[in-house]
């Protein structure tokens, strides 16, 4: 079984930076497809950006530039930097790790961006 559990998420000012974090619970993290993704309030779930071993890096065209997905696998972590926070970015964000076939999602963590 595993376990992701997301922090970072906070209030921020447009213009400003969060960094959110996600800790995986289990072995050879760095073998596993892992994403962000986002959920504001009225709207679908969205990918924001993508890492795996097999493919570069991807992210959704309204982050590209400003945000960078990353992993640290002595840490079993992945991260998520955003910078230059918009309103529209206010959501809650969610880890995902694909693993053996299956779907393993976070709790969430709430990003709120506003004046």
């Known amino acids: 079984q595993v376990q992701l559990v997301e922090s970072g998420g906070g209030l921020v000012q447009p213009g400003g930076s969060l960094r959110l974090s996600c800790v995986a619970s289990?072995?050879?993290?760095?073998?596993?497809?892992m994403a962000w993704y986002r959920q504001a309030p009225g709207k679908e779930r969205e990918t924001v950006a993508r890492?795996?071993?097999?493919?570069?890096?991807n992210y959704a065209d309204s982050v590209k530039g400003r945000f960078t997905i990353s992993r640290d696998g002595a840490k079993n972590t992945v991260y998520l930097q955003m910078n230059n926070l918009k309103p529209e970015d206010t959501a809650v964000y969610y880890c995902?790790?694909?693993?053996?076939?299956?779907?393993?999602w976070g709790r969430g963590t709430q990003v709120t961006v506003s004046s």
């Open positions: 890492i795996a071993s097999t493919i570069p890096t």
């Open positions: 289990g072995s050879s993290f760095n073998i596993y497809p």
């Open positions: 995902y790790m694909k693993r053996s076939g299956l779907d393993y």
